[in-house]
């Protein structure tokens, strides 16, 4: 395989997730030239995804004149990435130990750096966004799924088994939506795909299985009351994993991802106000924010990985 180009510009990033796939030519200094996304098919299975996710990789490629040097991708963990290896993430399914990094460097002949959604979005952040300047912060998914992200001291951090950030299978509840394997999980109740299934659960009339979590933010803008009352459910999941993480890594910052940037009108004044009265007033003030890129934010982050990739000792 070829080596990394520590001094190439331009990239392939890819962001893999249970929903959606984008994939995007740009460069390690967080430009987007060109980009196209697909459904990911998840719920098919391994297989099928691939299938998608390959076919849409060599369009993008075969589309672009300009020289690529490596791909970089961003995707939902756990992830070994050191191995390149996906390792089960619950929003796809049949992904057991696949060699991403493997097929997609037999695919294209491109080196490629594999990362974690959480890992990488901090990151972005890091390089691109509202924590340019701050040394220790948590950035947090917040889409169909939960992961956190963070640097200290200004490192980013990994954990034994390179598994740091997995908070979405807490049990933060007795009860609710089975999601990442457990009942009562906080990514059941502070995720998309918890917002959606809450809302089945409340009315699978008004909100049949398969609802977007988008439909019952709308509806809540909207004055409906179960919708209302999911969303409630939602900030206040949120605020309270968020209060937890606060008082465990005393960060200077929490950043929310996706559903911070598209529902902060809804969420973020009673994420602040739980996180407020539930943390030690000694890691206080620390502010909730969304992310600073906005829509831009999923395809940043595996342009930041490879931005990383240059920097002696920020990936391995």
């Not at 990362?115 to 691109?128: P, S, T």
């Not at 950043?255 to 000694?282: A, F, H, M, P, Y």
Request: some cysteine; overall charge negative; aromatic content about 6%.
């Amino acid at each position: 395989m070829p080596d990394w180009q520590p001094n190439a510009h331009v990239v392939l990033a890819l962001d893999i997730g249970g929903t959606k796939t984008t994939a995007a030519i740009g460069t390690v200094d967080g430009e987007i030239l060109s980009q196209e996304t697909v459904d990911t098919r998840a719920k098919e299975g391994f297989e099928r995804a691939w299938e998608v996710i390959a076919d849409l990789t060599g369009r993008v490629l075969a589309q672009n004149n300009e020289q690529i040097s490596s791909i970089a991708v961003s995707i939902g963990g756990p992830v070994d990435a050191s191995a390149g290896m996906i390792l089960s993430p619950p929003n796809l399914p049949g992904w057991d130990e696949i060699p991403l990094k493997k097929l997609l460097e037999e695919k294209f002949n491109l080196s490629t750096e594999i990362e974690h959604d959480a890992k990488a979005g901090a990151l972005a952040e890091h390089y691109f966004g509202v924590a340019k300047s701050v040394r220790n912060f948590v950035f947090l998914t917040v889409g169909t799924g939960i992961g956190a992200g963070a640097l200290i001291d200004g490192r980013l951090a990994r954990g034994n088994r390179d598994n740091f950030g997995e908070v979405g299978h807490w049990r933060l509840a007795d009860s609710g939506p089975a999601l990442y394997g457990k009942p009562g999980s906080w990514e059941g109740t502070a995720s998309g795909a918890g917002v959606s299934a809450m809302a089945t659960e409340a009315d699978s009339v008004k909100f049949p299985a398969g609802t977007g979590a988008n439909v019952v933010f709308n509806a809540a803008r909207a004055g409906d009351a179960t919708a209302q009352k999911v969303v409630g459910r939602f900030s206040e999941s949120l605020g309270r994993g968020v209060a937890l993480i606060v008082d465990l890594m005393a960060p200077e910052l929490i950043v929310l991802g996706s559903l911070g940037v598209r529902t902060g009108d809804l969420i973020l004044e009673k994420v602040q106000s739980i996180v407020n009265e539930e943390s030690s007033s000694r890691n206080l003030p620390c502010p909730v924010v969304p992310s600073g890129l906005g829509e831009d934010l999923g395809i940043l982050a595996p342009l930041a990985v490879a931005k990383a990739r240059k920097i002696e000792g920020m990936l391995p």
